[in-house]
């Protein structure tokens, strides 16, 4: 799953005013955010294997570090709880508690049997990769959720918040569209690098629009 996970994110603003869209969108992407760190230094393992499920060209046997249900608690319970810290933002820190927890579910829908509860437990997974079709509404449909609700919680404060958000969400669904019918890539590692730098980019992009949009007052 890839705009599923922002989906989360940009979700979470309506009910969390208070907390930056970029921690929002780093919260359900945490698990995404680490797993290419941890194939460079040799943590977890992955390969390319086209024609593992219909929709996705990876095995990914190996990532309990990351992607475990376990460790995506301990994880959540950590930095929600760093997050309370910093910003004396207890709903915020809740809803980034959730995203971060959102994740292993998202991936249990999607994945064939390889999501595991702890380290060197059970693996579970339903599948929906199997279906291209099923993917794609599944995924497009909880994007467009996502955006009409933070839309709906937020207004641009000028052009910046504006434009550069509709160029973000347009540029977020290009990269779903062309990654699933380009090519596969040749390793992991070009893998690994690539979403490290684009999930840096994107993040700070969202940190750029978002500082330049404000909430929508409440209606009593």
Excluded: C, Q
């Excluded at 950590?78 to 959102?102: N, Q, T």
């Excluded at 347009?170 to 890539?185: N, S, T």
């Amino acid at each position: 799953m890839f705009i599923g996970h922002f989906a989360v994110g940009f979700a979470a603003k309506k009910f969390a005013p208070r907390a930056p869209l970029w921690a929002l969108l780093a919260a359900p992407l945490w698990a995404d955010i680490l797993w290419p760190v941890f194939l460079l230094l040799g943590w977890e393992h992955a390969r390319v294997a086209v024609g593992d499920t219909r929709y996705t060209p990876f095995d990914l046997y190996d990532f309990p570090w990351s992607h475990s249900l376990l460790m995506l608690v301990v994880w959540a319970t950590l930095l929600s709880g760093a997050y309370r810290w910093w910003k004396k933002d207890s709903v915020g820190a809740a809803a980034i508690w959730i995203g971060i927890l959102s994740h292993w579910l998202l991936d249990w829908i999607t994945h064939r049997p390889d999501m595991p509860l702890y380290p060197g437990g059970p693996k579970f997974g339903l599948g929906l990769w199997n279906s291209i079709p099923g993917t794609m509404t599944v995924e497009i449909s909880m994007f467009a959720a996502g955006l009409w609700m933070y839309s709906h919680a937020t207004k641009p404060r000028d052009r910046v918040g504006r434009y550069a958000y509709w160029a973000y969400a347009a540029l977020l669904l290009a990269i779903y569209i062309a990654d699933r019918f380009g090519p596969p890539p040749e390793t992991m590692r070009e893998v690994a690098w690539t979403g490290i730098i684009a999930t840096a980019v994107l993040l700070l992009w969202a940190a750029w629009f978002d500082a330049h949009r404000e909430a929508t007052p409440s209606i009593p």
